[in-house]
């Protein structure tokens, strides 16, 4: 199912972020977590994972394995922070990434609460995704509110903080990319002042081409316009593949195949954080990938990974979040990606 909009890709989905997640009082939450169950600590497991385990290094850099709370928001909803990331924990998560903070039916959490949560987890928050823009002029969004959204991030220790929003708010002609891109170069400039990154998560319609000139890529025109120093990128795999899958041809039928991997290995310091989310290969689908659980997929995420971090000075430059948008049981999920990333081991 897609989650892009016409006149923004997937601002509309991720603005439901910003009131996902919170944080249950601690007894009944507890007693939430006992009815449940509590699924078992990461370990390789059977299967693919089994399969991909060798002798070799490890793919996965140790302290970098992270999850997108999005994935869990279920969990986080009924349970509160402090039971789902005792299951983080237990799974071998080094790192959460945002979503939001709160979540209205569970109730308030201070910041500096949800910080110490995650330490006390042997968590690293280490990023967020946060709203574009709005038309309400009180949206918390980059756009609107840039200095409160900031603020909290600071408040939360995260080094990025970032939006899962394409620049589509002019358009997808090249000139209304530069322009989102120059406002993408003043969050990142803002971000930087504070020792932060700003950085922006794809979906697939990033891949397009320009309405207005159909032999330039929208990407690169990103890419090419915002400032390597201010703006940064978090690949979303899949979409990445799904975007490779949708525009390999201009809308001329002439061929513009690419290789998502090619643009990390090319500017591999514009990439500090990626998402790890898997998909079955299905030409009948729109984007032609089913969604799944990571390692149930046919992304090789051996060999992406291996291919980043075997860079010179890059094996412990980036951070890969696992995600699945809407996973059947998100703790399964997240114990079942853990285990499988943690299996796979480079080629001697």
Same mark, same amino acid.
């Given at each position: ?14 603005l439901t972020?910003?009131?996902m ?9 507890a ?13 390789p ?12 290094r ?19 909803s009924?349970?509160g922070?402090?039971p789902v ?8 998560y ?12 569970a109730?308030?959490?201070? @910041? ?5 949560? &995650?330490r006390?987890? !042997? %968590?690293?928050? =280490? /990023?967020s995704?946060? +709203?574009y823009y ?6 918390y969004?980059f756009?609107?509110? @840039? ?5 909290? &991030?600071?408040?939360? !220790? %995260?080094?990025? =903080? /970032?939006t899962?929003? +394409?620049?589509f ?17 003043t969050y990142?400039a803002a971000?930087?002042a ?28 990103l ?18 593949y ?8 201009r ?19 514009r ?21 799944v ?56």
């Amino acid at each position: 199912m897609s989650r892009i909009s016409d006149t923004d890709p997937a601002l509309t989905h991720r603005l439901t972020r910003r009131v996902m997640l919170g944080v249950a009082a601690g007894a009944s939450a507890a007693a939430l977590l006992g009815t449940a169950g509590t699924p078992a600590a990461a370990a390789p497991s059977t299967g693919t994972a089994a399969s991909a385990a060798g002798r070799g290094r490890p793919v996965l850099p140790p302290g970098r394995l992270g999850i997108q709370l999005y994935s869990l928001r279920d969990k986080v909803s009924t349970l509160g922070f402090a039971p789902v990331f005792a299951e983080l924990e237990k799974y071998g998560y080094d790192e959460v990434e945002f979503a939001g903070y709160t979540q209205g039916s569970a109730g308030p959490i201070t @910041l500096a609460r949800l910080k110490r949560l &995650a330490r006390d987890h !042997g %968590l690293t928050p =280490i /990023g967020s995704h946060v +709203g574009y823009y709005s038309d309400d002029p009180n949206a918390y969004t980059f756009a609107q509110n @840039l200095t409160k959204v900031l603020d909290d &991030a600071q408040a939360l !220790g %995260l080094k990025h =903080i /970032g939006t899962a929003s +394409g620049p589509f708010r002019y358009g997808s002609t090249v000139d209304a990319w530069k322009r989102a891109a120059e406002e993408f170069n003043t969050y990142g400039a803002a971000a930087r002042a504070r020792g932060m990154k700003f950085y922006q998560h794809n979906h697939s319609d990033e891949f397009g081409f320009a309405s207005d000139d159909p032999k330039v890529r929208l990407y690169d025109v990103l890419l090419a316009e915002t400032d390597p120093d201010l703006v940064f990128l978090e690949m979303d795999i899949f979409w990445a593949y799904a975007g490779r899958f949708r525009f390999s041809r201009r809308p001329d039928g002439t061929a513009a195949p690419f290789e998502p991997l090619d643009y990390v290995l090319k500017q591999p310091h514009r990439y500090p954080l990626f998402h790890v989310k898997d998909g079955v290969r299905d030409p009948s689908d729109q984007f032609g990938y089913r969604m799944v659980d990571v390692g149930d997929g046919d992304i090789d995420y051996r060999r992406f990974l291996s291919a980043v971090t075997r860079l010179r000075g890059e094996r412990l430059a980036h951070h890969w979040q696992a995600e699945h948008d809407n996973p059947v049981e998100s703790f399964a999920f997240a114990r079942k990606s853990s285990a499988h990333l943690h299996s796979l081991r480079e080629k001697c």
